[in-house]
């Protein structure tokens, strides 16, 4: 007692801005056993008043006062152990990245340091200390233990302790006790839920300015669990909470922000508040701000989306993981490596997160990236569909119906494909639709395919609507209506469906099932190009070399043509080279030319790789290199060109073989021996030369050259056959 008045009387006597003098009269009293001086001592430890700040020293003393019945020690010390204390403010920048470690050395750090530079966190040790100066009625102590009761750190999770630990600090007027309180009635820990008594509390501690009590108040608002929504009160609270530095609330505020929920749309500020967020280590801001790089910007910029969804994967966030993967699998911001997504993919399902559960089967199914593994596949859509995973459950099915990784099993996967239905699968009903329509594994049945259909539809499936419109124009398990048909048909291409396009072409321009229209039909196959069919605006091009009328513009023409080039067609590439070479429709321009028909070539087009034999065999505009054009009449041949097959026969016919020595065309483009004599032209050899375009064919006389017209048929799947004009039982697929 004398000790603690004499403590009292030193702290007196030193002036209160010279905290230096303060600590050299306090030491000799914590010295000798005084526990006020000790805590004071300890006080000024921690926050580097006076003295080097350490965290060490600070626990030491508090320890000290905490073992003779402290309370303010003991409540002190239970909070240093919950939460732990990392770097002193004191040791600058360029030491911190060494203070958490142990070298046991005879460096600066040590010396400085002598006994450790950090605390860790020890529930154990926090609850034992909470415990006690909570029983002595310290409210802080109170609100911590009823923390870790809750939690079941340290100690054993126990709701009524919790509870009574809570209030005992809540009725204090404690506003962490009272905030506490509160979540733990909101089901935030353990036990029912009462929202009434859980808002009640909450407000209590938002009165008192808590920004964490602020922040849980808006998340209650924004799920609408206590009351209605309130998207704007949230917003409020929010705002209040980021402004006292809380960094989930500038996190959440952000979002709204991104969303416009509860405020204005405001890209802007919800790049400032998530990079605040950010920079306060809240790591679940950087994916967000990634979406709003790809959200906001036109373009979106998937480079700065990819480097912020990596920063936080590589500090193992799971919804970064998961996302970067999938710009790996699209190539967005970064190459396409499937194997770099499979592997953040793994990450993200080891660490618990169910959408990464059905992309990362699916890449194992296929074996794209990793090798494959149908046993590995099975188990993560297995995985997902527990998870409620619609795509999960189709693909559950397509194994079972295809016999992959499983027995072929067509009721299983009949069964799949309803349970993927029944969870929102639009790929599922229209899948259900075509086997009930083309009668797999199940009676064919075009009145309950309508019906998969319609629901597909309503999901916002155009292939199903396609086939629906089919259904209504051929009579097939509905009423006929040609007018209805047309009529969905039209919606799905002005939605962005390439079939229902080339439907409306064909059904526009044969008249089969609605009068022939021809300003339509040219309509439909300039909306087909536009969608990004190739073969649309190869057509497109024929019939401007044709000189057809109705047609687009030219320059619509070109235009179409050269975005189909860009995309990489072989086909259009051949056409905008061949266009460039000979000066028809464009400038003339032999360089650019050259390089698109190497492109097509390369892309396999058999036209473009006899045209480069001709080229590189006659040298015109290039240098003469016959090796090279045997390489290339090799692959033009390969393909069944015949023109090229007769300048390579004619090659080997003039180097003196037999006919038993004939090498025939080489089916992998493999080097041939050098061919050292003249050629005649494989363009020229042959009147009809097939482009890469089912639809089109070049015809080749001479130096001219104009589109010659073959049957219009699709190289892809269409809906019933409306483009190759198929029989009735080959419907658009998923």
Wanted: glycine share 10%.
């Amino acid at each position: 007692m004398i000790l603690s008045v004499r403590s009292r009387r030193e702290r007196r006597a030193a002036p209160v801005d010279r905290p230096a003098q303060v600590a050299r009269r306090l030491r000799p009293l914590a010295v000798g056993g005084d526990p006020e001086a000790q805590f004071h001592l300890a006080g000024l430890y921690e926050t580097g008043h006076g003295l080097v700040q350490s965290f060490t020293d600070a626990a030491h003393w508090f320890r000290a006062a905490a073992e003779q019945g402290h309370v303010l020690a003991q409540a002190r010390l239970g909070e240093i152990y919950l939460t732990g204390r990392s770097a002193p403010a004191s040791v600058g920048g360029a030491a911190r990245p060494e203070l958490g470690r142990d070298s046991g050395g005879d460096g600066v750090l040590t010396r400085l340091f002598p006994d450790g530079h950090t605390i860790d966190q020890d529930f154990v040790e926090a609850a034992r200390w909470n415990r006690l100066a909570a029983a002595a009625g310290d409210a802080g102590a109170q609100a911590r233990l009823g923390y870790l009761c809750a939690s079941g750190l340290g100690i054993e999770r126990n709701y009524t302790a919790a509870r009574a630990w809570f209030t005992a600090a809540a009725e204090q007027d404690n506003p962490a006790g009272q905030l506490g309180l509160g979540m733990l009635l909101a089901g935030g820990h353990c036990g029912p839920p009462d929202f009434a008594a859980a808002i009640s509390w909450i407000e209590k501690a938002v009165a008192h300015g808590n920004p964490t009590a602020k922040l849980c108040l808006a998340v209650l608002c924004l799920r609408g669990d206590a009351w209605p929504r309130d998207d704007r009160r949230a917003a409020q609270l929010l705002a209040e909470a980021a402004d006292q530095d809380q960094p989930e609330a500038m996190y959440y505020l952000g979002e709204l922000y991104r969303t416009g929920r509860g405020t204005v749309l405001d890209p802007s500020a919800a790049e400032t508040w998530l990079l605040r967020a950010a920079i306060r280590g809240y790591v679940r801001a950087l994916p967000a701000l990634g979406d709003l790089m790809t959200s906001a910007h036109d373009p979106p910029d998937y480079l700065s989306a990819a480097n912020l969804y990596r920063q936080a994967a590589d500090l193992g966030n799971a919804e970064a993981q998961y996302r970067l993967a999938r710009l790996y699998i699209l190539g967005r911001g970064v190459p396409h490596d499937p194997e770099a997504a499979a592997r953040w993919l793994e990450k993200a399902a080891a660490a618990g997160l169910a959408d990464a559960y059905e992309p990362l089967g699916a890449l194992l199914a296929s074996g794209t990236g990793p090798t494959r593994d149908l046993d590995a596949a099975l188990g993560w859509f297995e995985r997902a569909a527990q998870e409620g995973s619609a795509v999960a459950l189709y693909q559950l099915g397509a194994m079972r119906q295809q016999g992959v990784g499983v027995p072929h099993d067509p009721d299983a996967a009949i069964a799949w494909y309803r349970r993927a239905a029944e969870c929102g699968s639009a790929h599922a009903c229209l899948r259900l639709g075509i086997l009930y329509a083309e009668g797999v594994d199940v009676a064919q049945d075009f009145t309950v395919a309508a019906d998969w259909y319609a629901h597909a539809v309503a999901r916002g499936n155009l292939n199903a609507k396609c086939n629906l419109a089919f259904l209504h124009i051929r009579g097939a398990g509905v009423s006929v209506d040609a007018e209805k048909g047309m009529r969905l048909l039209e919606e799905a291409a002005a939605e962005g469906s390439q079939s229902a396009a080339w439907a409306l072409y064909n059904l526009c321009s044969e008249g089969a099932e609605a009068i022939a229209n021809p300003v339509a039909a040219a309509r439909w196959l300039d909306r087909a190009a536009d969608l990004g069919s190739a073969t649309a605006a190869c057509r497109l091009a024929q019939w401007l070399e044709d000189g057809r009328q109705p047609a687009p513009p030219a320059e619509r023409i070109l235009a179409l043509l050269e975005a189909a080039a860009h995309r990489g067609d072989p086909a259009a590439q051949a056409i905008w080279g061949l266009m460039q070479h000979e000066g028809r429709h464009l400038p003339q321009d032999e360089g650019l030319a050259l390089r698109w028909l190497n492109r097509a070539a390369e892309g396999g087009n058999v036209f473009a790789q006899a045209w480069l034999g001709d080229t590189l065999s006659t040298g015109k505009g290039v240098r003469v290199d016959r090796e090279a054009a045997a390489l290339w009449y090799d692959k033009a041949a390969a393909q069944g060109h015949a023109g090229a097959l007769a300048v390579l026969t004619g090659m080997q016919m003039r180097e003196g073989a037999t006919e038993d020595q004939f090498v025939a065309p080489s089916r992998t483009g493999a080097s041939r021996p050098r061919m050292a004599m003249r050629t005649r032209s494989a363009c020229s050899e042959i009147c009809i030369v097939a482009a890469s375009a089912p639809s089109l064919r070049w015809w080749r006389r001479g130096t001219g050259w104009r589109p010659r017209r073959g049957k219009a048929t699709l190289a892809h799947s269409c809906c019933w056959g409306s483009c190759s004009r198929a029989a009735p039982n080959y419907p658009q697929t998923p």
